[in-house]
């Protein structure tokens, strides 16, 4: 019955997608937004996203934009820490920044009756960030102990080491956070210069959804915009180069547990065969209980609790990668496992089956995400972030509709190699013999 | 939980009705209860063609006998282990094969199941949900595996994690009674003699419609709600007589507590102090609120609370914070925590808190503190409103923690009326308690040798 049930179901996902209507918005200083109008809830969702992020850190001062960004909500203009703060909760806005190797997010939430005085608190923090010396000083302490506690995480070094293989120099091959010595030595002056290098009108993408209307939006945008400089001090990121090898990398770590984390070549969003390598991610390890290393490795046999992979399309350098934590005796057990499905991929391909349900998924999962006003914003300038058109919400299902078992098969077998997969192992693993060993710095 | 992804962020301060609308049903919100019992919340948001369906079974972890700690998550995970018609792991391929997402977790109170879909999928996971509320089969060759999962969670979550073990002790030493000092997850002896026969007597006893709560959020009108839910649960029988909830309850605490655990693996001291507490009761939610507000005032923001100005923003501490969630069947834990600057030694860093809180006690909130909370909570309103799916988890934790729906619709009026009187007896009555746990998560001694880290690591 309930089979039944479920062939009749997959017949009506022919249905057209709902339509998003996206607006191309150009304020009066001619920076552009895209808008997603609704009005039935009385509040503005908006995203600003700051090209290069924490990879525009100057080479001798890695951490310093990651600890600007975290001072920039410590007090602007005439108002210190507290009564920044305090003006904020008087409005009940949320404004919260955050930084990534990609870019510097900046996200606000605005009650329509005072939206304009919560643009104007943001556009003080962007533009007059008082950087205090005790506000920068409990900062970096704070940064500090965040360095000294991912130096006692298996996950973060698991993550740190893979990042330092792949990338080496580029500041993908670095944590944002910068280490103990380059955070101690930052001034006032590094601060400055860091935000020279990433907040500006040149590099700013935005979206927005909610209670607004474009001409409205962009007379918002400028009001945030306005004190800040025309271009960055800094030029975008170069693009990095994959330095990965085959091979396993054991650090000892005292835990009953060894985290897994494994990584190999992927593929830059706009390459031809991205959305076959996205579909074959799918049916290999992103597909949570779907995927068959959930299948093969928890599912039948129980060695994790979760074990998922991912394509990270860096807008600098991408990988293929996963990850899983397991029980250091069957650790071996479970590398073989993942060793061999990921050349059943390329050797034998996907079932007609798998790709029809990876397909479905895919494509009704897609407009699922935008049911919300913050979330609908975010994803508007994530698009704009990577360079999609404004018709893609609208088109990227088709893309993915029309992706065969031979593109799935020809993207594994150019990228998914076992023999060309890292693995990181963090922990006392069991039955798998090291290539190389790192330590804990 | 059952997948390591997810995370489900829950509101601090929730809120439903519309500002003059005092104990009304919010007009996109609709309740009504089939003849079998089940008791059914419809959630109204058009703007995607998105629906949630939850159902949450008021059962949880403090409802497990002693000894068989963990058997209510167990269940939870074997849940997806297939029915009289559907083959183990077929439910969640399923939803995932028609562009859903699902999952399920487990709490002391409740343990509840959930499908995020296309609206027009609606009936499909309604119908899967309903069959597995009546006709679970546990195959002899997956629970074995199974088990071997729930131990891996447990070793990723909580063996992996010294602050999780730590709050794990901690609560075992807050309550010397009452199951909630037992971890949700299970103690790893007791969950390692898990059976089959465990799992099938459990989900026996107490899966049934008059159970449980079926929740429905999003792109879905309350008639085509109420046609698919007697169309797919309707016929389920009742269970009849479902027993009060009468968990062991705590005696008379006269013994302030402290603690210390030492882990090579933390980097950090920090500290916190559990306090015993009342929850949310039916009709009875003034004192929650009050503990409520009184966790934003002293901790809710580093820049503006009493606890960040008094010590976040001189650099005595680096973080420090106040949390107290009222949804909760029996009394609860308002707990406070604070990682100290690191030229500040654990007694002087707890001397300093306790300036901090008797200052506080003496001079009661400040007005204008207490006017900004108030607005953040009106606010919340307000944002709470772009997410049918957290409003779904708000009616959901209530109704399974034992309010009724009037009441998680008052909770908004009932934060707005707390007055400065009110939270100044809340803070006397809590901070002078002596039914406190405090304790140190401390970094190895300097003596340790690698032995005694190893079997610290293990206990």
């Known amino acids: 019955m309930i089979r039944a049930a479920f062939a009749l179901f997959l017949a009506v996902l022919a249905a057209p997608a709902h339509a998003i209507d996206i607006q191309e918005v150009t304020s009066p200083n001619g920076i552009k937004a895209w808008l997603v109008e609704d009005h039935s809830i009385p509040f503005t969702a908006l995203k600003l996203d700051f090209q290069g992020g924490a990879s525009l850190d100057a080479p001798d001062h890695r951490g310093a934009i990651n600890m600007m960004t975290a001072t920039l909500e410590e007090g602007a203009g005439k108002l210190g820490s507290t009564e920044y703060a305090r003006a904020l909760e008087d409005l ?99 601060l400055v210069a860091a935000k020279n290098r990433v907040l500006a009108r040149d590099r700013v ?20 915009l306005g004190g800040l400089p025309e271009k960055g001090t800094a030029a975008l990121p170069a693009q990095a180069e994959l330095q990965l090898t085959g091979g396993v990398t054991t650090i000892d770590w005292d835990s009953p547990q060894t985290v897994v984390s494994f990584a190999g070549p992927g593929l830059p969003i706009d390459d031809p065969d991205y959305f076959a390598a996205y579909v074959a991610n799918h049916i290999l390890g992103g597909g949570g209980f779907s995927s068959r290393l959930m299948e093969e490795i928890r599912e039948k046999r129980g060695l994790t609790y979760g074990i998922g992979t991912g394509l990270a399309t860096g807008i600098y350098g991408q990988t293929w990668q996963g990850g899983m934590a397991g029980s250091n005796a069957t650790t071996g057990q479970a590398i073989d496992l993942i060793r061999q499905e990921w050349d059943r991929m390329a050797k034998d391909g996907v079932s007609d089956q798998e790709l029809a349900d990876a397909k479905t998924y895919l494509t009704g999962e897609y407009p699922l995400r935008f049911d919300g006003n913050g979330k609908i914003a975010s994803i508007l300038s994530g698009m704009q972030l990577v360079g999609f058109p404004v018709d893609y919400v609208n088109t990227r299902n088709d893309k993915v509709e029309a992706v065969t078992a031979a593109d799935v098969q020809r993207v594994s077998q150019r990228l998914l190699h076992s023999d060309g997969l890292r693995f990181v192992l963090v922990g006392r693993p069991e039955g798998i013999e090291a290539t190389e060993s790192a330590q804990i710095d | 939980m059952r997948q390591p992804a997810l995370t489900v962020a829950l509101p601090l301060l929730l809120s439903l009705t519309a500002p003059a609308a005092q104990a009304q049903m919010p007009e996109d919100v609709t309740h009504f209860t089939l003849p079998n019992g089940l008791e059914t919340i419809v959630i109204e948001d058009h703007r995607a063609p998105v629906v949630v369906q ?20 167990y269940l939870e995970h ?45 009936p499909l996971v309604m119908e899967m949900e309903a069959d597995r509320m009546a006709n ?40 010397y009674n009452h199951p909630y000092g037992r971890p949700i997850i299970g103690w790893r002896q007791e969950m390692e003699g898990l059976t089959r026969q465990d799992a099938i007597d459990w989900y026996d006893a107490h899966y049934a419609p008059d159970d449980a709560v079926l929740i429905l959020a999003g792109d879905v009108t309350p008639e085509k709600a109420r046609e698919l839910a007697e169309k797919y649960y309707g016929d389920i029988p009742a269970k009849g007589d479902i027993a009060a909830r009468l968990r062991p309850q705590e005696p008379v605490q006269n013994s302030p507590r402290r603690i210390e655990m030492h882990d090579p693996r933390v980097a950090q001291p920090t500290f916190t102090r559990s306090y015993l507490a009342t929850e949310r009761n039916p009709g009875d939610q003034k004192p929650a609120a009050a503990l409520t507000i ?133 803070a006397e009555k809590l901070l002078n308690s002596k039914a406190t746990v405090s304790g140190w998560l401390l970094p190895a001694e300097q003596t340790a040798t690698p032995a005694a880290i190893q079997s610290e690591v293990q206990k």
């Open chain 1, 92 to 190: 009940g806005a949320k404004v919260n920044f955050d930084v990534s190797d990609d870019t510097l997010g900046v996200s606000m939430q605005a009650l329509t009756e005072n939206r304009d005085e919560t643009a104007d608190l943001l556009a003080l923090a962007l533009a007059q960030p008082r950087f205090e010396d005790r506000a920068m000083e409990r900062v970096r302490a704070q940064i500090q102990a965040i360095i000294r506690s991912e130096a006692n995480d298996p996950q973060s070094i698991a993550a740190k080491e893979m990042a330092r293989q792949a990338w080496g120099d580029h500041p993908y091959g670095s944590s944002v956070n910068g280490t103990a010595d380059s955070i101690a030595a930052l001034t006032r002056k590094d």
């Open chain 1, 205 to 224: 993408v935005i979206g927005a959804a909610g209670d607004i209307t474009a001409q409205e939006l962009g007379e918002l945008v400028d009001r945030i």
């Open chain 2, 54 to 73: 939850m159902v949450w079974y008021r059962i949880g972890a403090a409802d497990e006998q002693p000894g068989k700690s963990g058997i209510a998550h």
């Open chain 2, 78 to 122: 074997l849940m997806f282990k297939g029915t009289d018609t559907l083959e183990p792991g077929e439910f969640s391929k399923t939803v995932t094969a028609n562009g859903g997402s699902d999952n399920a977790f487990t709490s002391y109170d409740y343990t509840a199941y959930f499908q995020r879909i296309a609206a027009d999928r609606l």
């Open chain 2, 136 to 175: 679970l089969q546990i195959g002899e060759d997956d629970w074995q595996a199974e088990r071997q999962v729930v131990l891996e969670e447990r070793a990723q979550r909580i063996d992996s994690n010294p602050r999780a073990l730590f709050a794990e002790e901690r609560d075992a030493v807050q309550f």
């Open chain 2, 294 to 426: 009184l966790a934003e005032l002293l901790g809710g923001s580093m820049q503006t609370s009493v606890l960040g100005r008094e010590l976040a923003l001189p650099g005595k501490a680096l973080w420090v914070n106040a949390r107290y969630d009222g949804l909760s069947v029996d009394p609860t834990t308002f707990m406070l925590s604070m990682v100290p600057a690191d030229d500040i030694d654990p007694d002087q860093a707890e001397k300093l808190l306790d300036q901090a809180l008797t200052g506080f006690l003496a001079d009661g909130p400040d007005a204008d503190d207490l006017a900004r909370v108030k607005t953040r909570i009106r606010a919340a309103q307000i944002y709470s409103r772009d997410s049918a799916h957290g409003r779904a988890y708000d009616y959901g934790q209530g109704l399974s923690t034992g309010l009724s729906v009037e009441d998680v619709n008052d909770w908004p009026d009932i934060l707005a009326e707390i007055t400065a009187e009110d939270i100044r007896d809340a």
